[in-house]
């Protein structure tokens, strides 16, 4: 391993970026007070695997990686740190990761521009220097790249590196020998990858991830110095939607089960004073919903400019308990510069909250792993996310509505496919949440059309409940199936009898959605089961095509557009009551995301959006579109509006 001498130096930490990269604020003079030595390029194949000898069955994963030349990957954080040691031992000489400090001081060499070759980065530098869906392969070969002034070769790109500090906020002011926070959730990359765009490349930007995560985008290099003794910054604090948590339970009062209740809709996403400080992109999308012991309500969804952005992050609110209105939202879930699709909620009815999400290698939201966390206090406070899914791969973009089963057992529904059809997959964990399987392992898709059976749920999004025969049903969105007359195609319908093996389809009587629309499939307190979807797509260009005719209270039918709500009391064999989801009075609305404003009357609802449902145990029903939040119960459901 050769290494290159570092003399001690100063230099200027950080950029004055705004958006999603204001974490390299505030510029900060750094004084690195010590040399130390740094291995020119970051381990290899060949050096860890004197290490670690097994590692070797892990070449060639996703085509990475290959030759014993090539940067080492799939390591993770602790992996790192286990090399280190061994190599320290093995040497009679201190090893250990980079600071972040030390990182970017080597990588600038010296330079204040954007990269240590200027303000761009020359094609010798670079690979496939894109996000891409499909990984592309590219030799990993160490040291192909022009050295920098230091003498080291790869800092820009190739794979990324751990650094020994955990993520957190910069602080203003000169530092000497700085070494981050005291904890957090994530451990600091670098480097940027041989797979994502220039500018994650920056000698300033900053990437981080699991400690336990790993990917073909990730590798280390070491240094050889005595560990740096500077005491760390204080943990971040948390967020405002962790803070000022009531503890006190909550005792909920049961609504009338004869009164019908329609609340008026409130928006629970609400854009943050510009001085807040807050990670509020310009699309925010995808929620999830659960209510607290202590009478709060809790929702999550993502917020972000492109839905395939490393911006993306998870924001939160609560709309606290006898309060009208939601808080402003803040971060709830964010692991640095990576893409965050999907998130659900679910509290147990007995104190604990679980909280699933995605977690992408880089910006796209297909090769996700999928991360699990608790809390016993509200929300206030959260386990340290574990990987419910390590592997970085499709069926892992995880879909609000975590079912618990009558068993105790947890099941989480995830896409099977990126695109806009391929069926929705499941996991399941039978020891709440501590590990978790696929029941169905086969990649082959299944043939919804033609197929009897298959392995995974028919329709993307899909909403997953458990029948009283312990059986699962599930409506998805797309993979539609014929329907039994000229109607056009149907919502498909999976029903699995062995816990999500395997799935037999059929057409239900519903429509198809489609874009900016998912649907919610629920249990109610009550016992019916609850459909929440969509009659149309407000771009369907047919006329004939959209609308559902109602029946009123004289037995009048109208035509409704929108969001409706439809009941069964025998198991989704049949709905007899469906009713468009508004009380009749006009409304101006703005559903967000990819919905925006709408007018709501006695004809019109919310015409698109993704829905996220709970219920409280005082028996009101919650639903959240992608902006708005509803609160209805179940005699308000089964009231048949009266049409003039």
């Not at 994963?61 to 030349?69: I, L, R, T, Y």
């Not at 993306?312 to 939202?329: A, C, F, H, N, Y």
């Not at 006695?602 to 509803?630: C, F, R």
Request: charged share 20%.
């Amino acid at each position: 391993m050769r290494m290159a001498p570092i003399q001690a130096g100063v230099f200027h930490m950080g950029s004055e970026r705004d958006g999603e990269d204001a974490d390299e604020q505030p510029v900060h003079r750094v004084s690195i007070t010590k040399p130390f030595q740094m291995a020119i390029t970051e381990v290899t194949n060949a050096q860890y695997e004197a290490f670690d000898p097994a590692h070797k069955t892990l070449r060639g994963k996703m085509g990475f990686s290959k030759a014993d030349d090539e940067a080492v990957v799939f390591v993770t954080y602790d992996d790192a740190l286990a090399f280190c040691k061994w190599l320290t031992q093995k040497e009679g000489k201190p090893y250990r990761l980079p600071t972040e400090a030390e990182w970017e001081y080597t990588c600038r060499a010296g330079t204040t521009s954007d990269f240590s070759t200027g303000s761009k980065l020359a094609t010798a530098y670079q690979k496939s220097q894109k996000t891409d869906r499909d990984p592309v392969v590219v030799s990993l070969q160490v040291g192909q790249s022009p050295a920098n002034a230091f003498g080291l070769h790869d800092m820009h790109g190739n794979v990324e590196e751990w650094c020994a500090d955990w993520y957190g906020p910069y602080r203003a002011g000169e530092q000497i020998n700085p070494v981050g926070r005291a904890n957090g959730l994530y451990r600091v990359t670098r480097g940027g990858s041989h797979g994502t765009p220039v500018r994650y490349l920056r000698s300033s930007n900053r990437l981080g991830m699991l400690p336990n995560d790993k990917s073909w985008l990730v590798g280390f290099r070491v240094v050889q110095a005595e560990a740096v003794t500077t005491s760390p910054l204080p943990a971040e604090p948390a967020t405002a939607v962790m803070q000022q948590v009531a503890q006190k339970p909550f005792v909920w009062k049961t609504v009338s089960s004869t009164k019908p209740i329609f609340m008026e809709p409130i928006r629970y996403v609400n854009k943050p004073v510009c001085t807040a400080g807050i990670p509020f992109f310009s699309h925010n999308h995808c929620p999830a919903i659960t209510w607290c012991p202590n009478g709060d309500m809790l929702a999550a969804w993502f917020s972000t400019n492109e839905e395939s952005g490393r911006e993306m992050t998870i924001l939160g609110s609560r709309l606290r308990s006898g309060k009208q209105v939601w808080d402003e939202p803040s971060e709830f879930f964010k692991v640095p510069d990576r893409n965050m699709t999907g998130t659900s909620l679910l509290h147990d009815g007995k104190g604990t909250i679980y909280h699933l999400n995605g977690v992408e290698t880089d910006g796209d939201w297909k090769n996700l792993a999928i991360t699990f966390r608790e809390s016993h206090d509200n929300g206030a406070s959260w386990s340290a996310p574990r990987l419910a899914d390590p592997e970085h791969t499709k069926r892992n973009q995880v879909i609000a509505g975590l079912l618990q089963t009558r068993e105790g057992w947890l099941i989480q529904a995830g896409d099977a496919d990126p695109g806009p059809t391929g069926g929705t997959a499941i996991h399941v964990s039978k020891d709440r949440g501590q590990t978790w399987i696929n029941p169905y392992t086969d990649t082959q898709k299944p043939d919804f059309q033609n197929g009897a059976t298959g392995g995974l749920i028919a329709g993307i999004h899909a909403g997953v409940v458990q029948l009283k025969d312990g059986s699962l049903l599930a409506l998805g969105r797309k993979d539609d199936l014929p329907g039994p007359d000229s109607s056009g195609p149907r919502m498909p319908m999976s029903v699995s009898h062995d816990m999500g093996k395997t799935w037999t389809y059929q057409a239900s009587e519903f429509p198809p959605v489609w874009s900016g629309q998912r649907l919610v499939l629920f249990r109610l307190n009550e016992g019916p089961l609850l459909l929440i979807s969509f009659t149309h797509h407000p771009d369907e260009a047919n006329e004939g095509k959209n609308g559902l005719l109602f029946t009123g209270e004289s037995g009048k039918t109208m035509k409704g557009y929108g969001m409706y709500a439809a009941l069964s009391y025998d198991e989704g064999k049949t709905w007899p009551v469906k009713k468009l989801l508004t009380d009749g009075n006009y409304r101006f609305l703005n559903g967000g995301a990819w919905t925006g404003a709408f007018d709501m009357d006695a004809t019109h609802a919310e015409p698109k959006g993704y829905l996220a449902i709970t219920q409280t145990p005082d028996n009101l029903i919650h639903l959240v579109s992608s902006s708005q939040h509803y609160r209805f119960n179940l005699a308000w459901l089964k009231q048949l509006p009266v049409y003039p």
